[in-house]
């Protein structure tokens, strides 16, 4: 933004200074004499009167120069400043839960490919947040990573395995009010699980108990639990043989479509 700002001031400081405002216009006099009257305080000073040095090079081309100049500073300012996606806003109240943004997600039918160990479609929008370990209310710190996203974008299952924890949003279930809608699917071998929170909704017919095999449907990236409104995001866990959730991000293999922030 603040570059922004300094581009514009200085487009229209540019503007001004070659238009040739500055300095009086005096109709019929070439450039050089002009030069000697705006500076005739100079050149008393320095008789005989040097030689006009300045014009090795025409004004005008001296002045294009110093434009291309500043405007390649501003420009290596406004890369420099990108702004980095803050992380998801974390609320400590139970905010609102469209179950009728669920339902009309869940009747889309549409089905993409999976991409290849990781848990998410990741179009129209995937970028990761590098946040597993960041400080969170109540002295909790974060157990996942956040892959930003829009509402509806599917999640898959991360291994053959069975869905052994299903919270609902809105419910009484321990964390509901933390995790939104919920699953915990638990890997066939190895005891490894996965966490999938803040879920716009579930896909059909997949209860506590379901066994799913890797790459299928479970759900839908939503805003439930403390994600925040409109903050649509998949947390997610893994917790290699069953113990506590390490960094999740050396674990996927991150699809070309996703950038990784932070
Ligand atoms: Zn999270």
Not at 147 to 166: F, K, R
Not at 190 to 197: E, F, L, R, V
Request: proline share 6%.
């Amino acid at each position: 933004m603040v570059a922004v700002l300094v581009i514009v001031v200085l487009v229209i400081v540019i503007s001004v200074w070659c238009s040739g405002r500055r300095g009086p216009r005096v109709p019929g006099l070439d450039q050089a004499v002009r030069f000697r009257l705006t500076s005739r305080w100079v050149t008393s000073l320095t008789r005989p009167m040097p030689a006009p040095m300045t014009h090795l090079l025409p004004t005008r081309t001296v002045r294009a120069l110093v434009v291309v100049g500043l405007l390649l500073v501003a420009a290596a300012g406004t890369i420099r400043s990108t702004p980095v996606f803050a992380a998801p806003q974390v609320v400590t109240e139970l905010t609102s839960i469209d179950t009728a943004a669920d339902a009309t997600v869940a009747a889309d039918g549409r089905r993409l490919v999976a991409p290849d160990n990781f848990p998410m479609a990741t179009a129209p929008r995937c970028d990761i947040l590098n946040n597993f370990g960041d400080p969170r209310s109540g002295g909790r710190h974060h157990e996942g990573i956040d892959i930003l996203a829009t509402l509806g974008q599917e999640v898959y299952a991360m291994a053959d395995g069975t869905l052994t924890l299903q919270v609902v949003a809105g419910s009484t279930a321990n964390g509901a009010s933390l995790s939104g809608n919920l699953w915990k699917l638990t890997a066939a071998t190895g005891g490894t699980y996965y966490i999938y929170a803040h879920l716009s909704g579930f896909a059909p017919n997949l209860v506590k108990g379901s066994v799913v095999t890797k790459g299928q449907l479970l759900g839908w990236v939503g805003d439930t639990g403390n994600a925040g409104p409109g903050n649509y995001h998949l947390h997610f866990e893994i917790h290699p043989g069953g113990g506590a959730a390490v960094d999740a991000l050396p674990l996927v293999k991150v699809p070309l479509a996703c950038k990784v922030w932070g």
